[in-house]
Structures are given as structure tokens and as C-alpha cells.
């Protein structure tokens, strides 16, 4: 695994990094519904980003810095000691962030079908990342 540029935050932060995630989870969907495919997809990756800030700012006191977007789902394995769920969650991540260098750089426009399935997996590691927050006493409990 490549080393990963590391930024320390203190874990209060992470609920703010979560918020975000929720932003653009809210900001996916919407796209979606407005069958602006592209800002869907993108919106969507930013929230799987912005999620795994959020557990790795929470769990662990830092988030990824590095330029490229893959360190993040690294770290989570790293704060997450490589356990089997947090693996799936940042395979989850790594498959969204592989849609954004063709959303936002090749000409090729996204599908219905393609924003469906962002749309869908960012809603799961968002929904992850609250359980999480709420866990580490991060979040209130509902």
C-alpha cells in the first residue's frame, strides 16, 4: 500500500466532515432526479470521500491529505486495522472514486444507470459513517 499523506484533525471534527458527506449525498440525489447524470456521479464520490474523512477523523484523529483520492480508502483500512467490514466500506470508496476521473474528465456522459449506482453507494457509506460517528459517541444517538 503506497503511503498516504496524512492530516491530523482532532476527532471533534469529524462530525463536520460528515455533514459534508450528508450534503452531497442530498446533493446526489437530487441531481439524479433531475437527470443531471455527471453532477450526480461526482456529488456521490464526494460524499463517499467526505464520509471516509468523517470515520477516519473520528476513529483515528486524521484524514487523508493526499492528492490522490484512492489514499482515502487506505487510511480507512489503516484506522480501521484492517478489520472486514471497513475493508468493504473502502472498496466501496475505491469504486466510487474510480468514476471520477471519467465524470469529470472524459467526454463520455454518465447514465441514468451509472448516477443510480453512485447515488446508491454513497447512501450506504454515508448511512456507515453515521453509525460509526454515533458509536464513537461522535454523533447523538437518534
Known amino acids: 500500500m503506497p503511503k498516504v499523506k496524512i492530516i491530523q484533525r482532532p476527532r471533534a471534527d469529524a ?3 460528515f455533514r459534508k458527506a450528508e450534503q452531497f449525498c442530498v446533493a ?8 443531471r447524470y455527471d453532477a450526480a456521479m461526482l456529488c456521490a464520490v464526494h460524499a463517499g470521500i467526505s ?6 477523523v473520528g476513529l483515528g484523529g486524521r484524514r487523508s491529505g493526499d492528492p490522490d483520492h484512492m489514499r482515502a480508502a487506505d487510511l480507512l483500512e489503516t484506522v480501521g486495522a484492517n478489520s472486514p467490514p471497513i475493508k468493504e466500506k473502502a472498496q466501496l470508496l475505491r469504486s466510487l472514486i474510480q468514476l471520477k476521473n471519467r465524470v469529470e474528465y472524459e467526454d463520455k456522459p454518465a447514465t441514468r444507470v451509472d448516477a443510480e449506482a453512485a447515488a446508491k453507494r454513497c447512501e450506504r457509506l454515508v448511512s456507515w459513517a453515521k453509525e460509526e460517528l454515533i458509536r464513537a459517541r461522535l454523533l447523538p444517538s437518534p
Open 15 to 17: 462530525p463536520g466532515y
Open 51 to 56: 464520509s471516509a474523512d468523517a470515520v477516519c
Open 28 to 35: 446526489a440525489a437530487a441531481a439524479l432526479k433531475a437527470d
